[in-house]
Nanobody, 126 residues
Framework: QVQVVESGGGLVQAGGSLRLSCTAT????????MGWFRQPPGKEREFVAA????????YSADSVRGRFIISRVNARNTIYLQMNSLKPEDTAVYYC???????????????????WGQGTQVTVSS
């Protein structure tokens, strides 16, 4: 069984920064490709950023590229999302996702992921 737990959400003013963290834990030693998604109020869940297990290959959505940075610490199966220059339209519940993969691929589609966190609220005030 795999558990995915996010933390770090909160309320911030426009232009501010937040850092989200996410850790995937399993009963046996496991390697995960991981990613971040978000669901704004009244909208569908959307891709934000993803990162591979090997090599740290990553990809970000156009809407956040240059403002958000995804990174990871493999020894802890933990990823981070550093969010800078936040805008009110970044307000959403942010979800972390993981899929067993020990290679150099990242995944951008919801259906690629098998394990999801409970979500953490990020609210950006104008």
């Amino acid at each position: 069984q795999v558990q995915v737990v996010e933390s770090g959400g909160g309320l911030v003013q426009a232009g501010g920064s937040l850092r989200l963290s996410c850790t995937a834990t399993a009963r046996t030693a496991s390697s995960f490709a991981m990613g971040w998604f978000r669901q704004p109020p009244g909208k569908e869940r959307e891709f934000v950023a993803a990162i591979s297990w090997v090599g740290g290959a990553s990809y970000s959505a156009d809407s956040v590229r240059g403002r958000f940075i995804i990174s990871r610490v493999n020894a802890r199966n933990t990823i981070y999302l550093q969010m800078n220059s936040l805008k009110p339209e970044d307000t959403a519940v942010y979800y972390c996702a993981a899929v067993l993969d020990s290679g150099s691929y990242y995944y951008t589609a919801i259906h690629d992921y098998d394990y999801w966190g409970q979500g953490t609220q990020v609210t950006v005030s104008s």
